[in-house]
């Protein structure tokens, strides 16, 4: 990423709005719990692609755990239509030397009813790539 670490990680800390940055998010609520605070829950509302009578995507999901000093945190998914069972996500910032940074996001999951094993590895990281993309593009705007 060519954004600068502090703007990205403060840009995704923000638990609660990341449709600000996720093209694939076209809404995301706060449901419970302290805002972007450990066991706080959002409501994530995909967006309808043109065209298609595709239903649109939707997940609760939790924050885990949430570490500024190391710039991570990590989430699941409780509820949602996407038959996913078993989904934790570990979010983490690096800085690097020549001032850009790397951003990993690693998940774990059981395979959805609805995909085959590699389809849903495909879905999943398109999903995430598509998020980073947006984190940088995002970021970038804000410099």
Known sequence: MKSQCDRVWKLSADFINVHKYAKNVGKCDHVEGERNEMGCVRYCRGVQNS?????????????LRMDPVNRCYSYS?????????GY???FKVYNMTDGNCVVEWSFEADPSKYYGEE???RF????LEEMIQGLDETSAAEE
Do not use: H, Q, Y
């Open 77 to 85: 998914i409780i509820d949602g239509n996407m038959g996913i069972e």
């Open 124 to 127: 999943i990281s398109f999903r």
């Open 51 to 63: 065209g298609t009578d595709e239903p649109i995507l939707w997940a609760k999901e939790k924050l």
């Open 88 to 90: 934790v996500a570990k």
């Open 119 to 121: 389809e849903f590895i």
